[in-house]
């Protein structure tokens, strides 16, 4: 069983970069779940065609953890991926970090982590130890960066890498930075940087997803470019970055870079 | 944000905030607390309060309330859970509610004050207490104290002192409490209040009362301070230790009141000379203090004793044990010398 992990900054395209990728790898003939890992809990929402699932914290605070069951909190969308989703509590209270880890718990506990390749789609900064939880021992081993080539994008993604090369110098740890997915803003050279901020953290540029409408216009229809329009150019790229993400083998710890490097990094490319 | 580089091996001056909170409201009779956080915080709390208290021949139950957190409450915010315990503890019929907040609660931001200040038809009195932020013992009985100061009300003052933050869990708290109200007889002054032990919510309407402010010890500077701003009241920042020291206790107590106070003085001179001529059957012995717990101020005050009645101190001597606390006035000193004949004799 394969686990991955895409961080990177909020509004970035992590959600559905992710739910794209698991559609290709389902049409791959594999088994797979995809876990949202926000408490903003729209990580499945294209494949699911546009319900809001419940989520597990949200279940856990009605019904209470004792009356649920594993078929309460996995739902069965796109071509038979597996979605969960984590929820949180209401903003501004409570402990959205904790969450993730009683959430984790109760799948383990359900035996629900399972099949050929299971997506987990985490909160864009990892603010504290519960959002680190994706990328401990025994969950996602293959982090994945999503990043465009904007400076702030680039500045979550470094700190991203700082969390990684903390957890992955601990024994036993199986974590490790296994590439970056370019979600592109049609910048120039947008490629170029984000290839170079790639090598430069002592990885590599996975793909480089293009903008194209096409996204926008499946999200419209509550869908995945795959199951929205499967013969376009945009869903090729994510069939296309769904191989590369099963034939790769290039796992790093990474090198964060100082934020003055970083800055002058994206100087270079302007 | 607090920080604590250092990993202390010795606890006795560090301490849990809420421990020290509680020491403070335990003791006000019409009273409830509740403890925000998991239930584990008030059992823990509820048998060492027991305990003590039974030591100390005070045997009522502490009333300690849970909100008995649990994981979910922890993820969602506790405030609800505080909510439904207030409302719960406010149909009885009590003088006041305390709300304790513990670590887990200060760490996930619930705000206990806001929910302490809505109306729930009784005083609720939130009392910061998670000990993670740096505090120590010392800090939640302060932060107790400051609480409780806020409810009363600036009033005439009296010919009266308060005894402010006494160690209601200390052993020989009722004998110190003796020893300064025996000071003060003898310079004709009485005890509007102590602050806080075994009193009501009504009681502490007499706070501003008291022409003077006595504390415990050193460490109730902050309380002492609020005091003053609040009711105007001076204090003298500790109960008297050492034989000269019990002395000047006496002359700044009188030069608060400006009354003479020769009399006072001349008579404890002779209580004191007497004290040591009692045990001039223990002069010449050597003792060595069992330093277990290197309290200064108590150390400093055995060698001055022992000076005076002559008793050597070094390591091949009797061991006594040093006292965890300078002990207070001259019955103190008394007390003390008893032990030591104690352990010298057997």
Redesign the interface.
């Known amino acids: 069983m394969k686990q991955i992990a895409l961080y990177g900054k909020g509004g970035i395209g992590k959600s559905t970069t992710s739910a794209n990728l698991s559609a290709a790898l389902s049409l791959q003939g594999l088994d797979i779940m995809q876990i949202g890992c926000d408490p903003k809990r729209d990580s499945t929402r294209m494949l699911m065609h546009g319900t809001f699932i419940p989520t597990v914290m949200d279940l856990v605070r009605v019904r209470g953890e004792g009356a649920l069951s594993l078929s309460d909190i996995v739902y069965t969308g796109f071509n038979g991926v597996r979605c969960v989703e984590a929820g949180g509590p209401e903003p501004g209270v409570g402990c959205a970090g904790r969450g993730i880890i009683a959430t984790f718990q109760l799948l383990e506990k359900f035996g629900a982590l399972k099949g050929d390749v299971i997506v987990y789609d985490v909160l864009g900064d990892v603010v504290c130890g519960g959002f680190a939880m994706p990328m401990r021992e025994g969950y996602a081993q293959d982090i994945y960066l999503v990043t465009s080539g904007e400076l702030m994008s680039l500045y979550a993604a470094n700190n991203i890498c700082k969390a990684i090369k903390r957890l992955s110098s601990r024994t036993k740890s199986t974590c490790r930075l296994a590439g970056v997915i370019c979600n592109a803003k049609n910048q120039p050279r947008e490629e170029e940087l984000v290839r170079e901020f790639a090598q430069r953290v002592n990885s590599s540029l996975i793909h480089y997803i293009p903008r194209d409408r096409v996204v926008q216009l499946a999200e419209l229809n509550r869908k995945t470019v795959l199951e929205y329009d499967p013969d376009s150019a945009q869903a090729a790229q994510y069939r296309s970055l769904a191989e590369r993400i099963m034939k790769n083998s290039r796992f790093t710890i990474p090198t964060p870079l100082e934020i003055d490097d970083l800055e002058s990094l994206a100087v270079e490319y302007i | 944000m607090t920080s604590n580089p250092l990993p202390l091996n010795i606890s006795r001056y560090g301490g849990c905030t809420l421990t020290g909170a509680l020491s403070v409201t335990t003791h006000v009779r019409d009273s409830v607390t509740i403890i925000h956080g998991p239930k584990g915080c008030t059992h823990h709390n509820f048998s060492l309060l027991h305990a003590t208290g039974f030591d100390n021949d005070h045997v009522s139950m502490p009333d300690l309330i849970s909100t008995g957190l649990s994981?979910?409450?922890?993820?969602?915010?506790?405030?609800a859970a505080l909510e439904r315990t207030l409302d719960a503890v406010a149909q009885r019929n009590i003088g006041a509610v305390f709300v304790l907040s513990t670590c887990i609660v200060d760490?996930?931001?619930?705000d206990v004050a806001a929910i302490c200040r809505r109306d729930h038809g009784v005083p609720v009195l939130a009392v910061p207490s998670g000990g993670f932020l740096g505090g120590t013992f010392q800090n939640g009985v302060n932060n107790a104290l400051n609480a409780l100061a806020d409810t009363a009300e600036p009033c005439t003052k009296g010919w009266c002192v308060n005894i402010i933050g006494e160690k209601n869990l200390e052993y020989e708290v009722e004998e110190n409490y003796a020893e300064v109200s025996r000071l003060l007889t003898a310079l004709g002054i009485s005890v509007n209040l102590r602050f806080v032990r075994d009193c009501s919510m009504t009681d502490i309407t007499r706070l501003g009362a008291a022409r003077l402010n006595i504390l415990r010890d050193e460490d109730l500077r902050p309380v002492g301070d609020r005091l003053h701003q609040r009711f105007a009241t001076p204090f003298i920042p500790s109960f008297p230790v050492g034989l000269a020291g019990t002395i000047s206790f006496l002359e700044s107590v009188a030069d608060s009141f400006g009354v003479p106070h020769l009399q006072a003085v001349n008579k404890e001179k002779v209580l004191q000379e007497e004290l040591l001529l009692e045990f001039q059957d223990i002069a010449g012995t050597s003792i060595a203090l069992d330093p277990a717990l290197r309290d200064s101020d108590a150390f400093m005050l055995a060698c001055e004793i022992a000076d005076e009645i002559d008793i050597k101190l070094n390591r091949d001597g009797c061991r006594v044990p040093l006292e965890v606390l300078p002990p207070v006035g001259t019955t103190g000193i008394m007390r003390m010398l008893h032990r030591w004949r104690r352990a010298i004799h057997a």
């Open positions: 994981e979910s409450d922890i993820i969602f915010g506790g405030e760490t996930i931001g619930d």
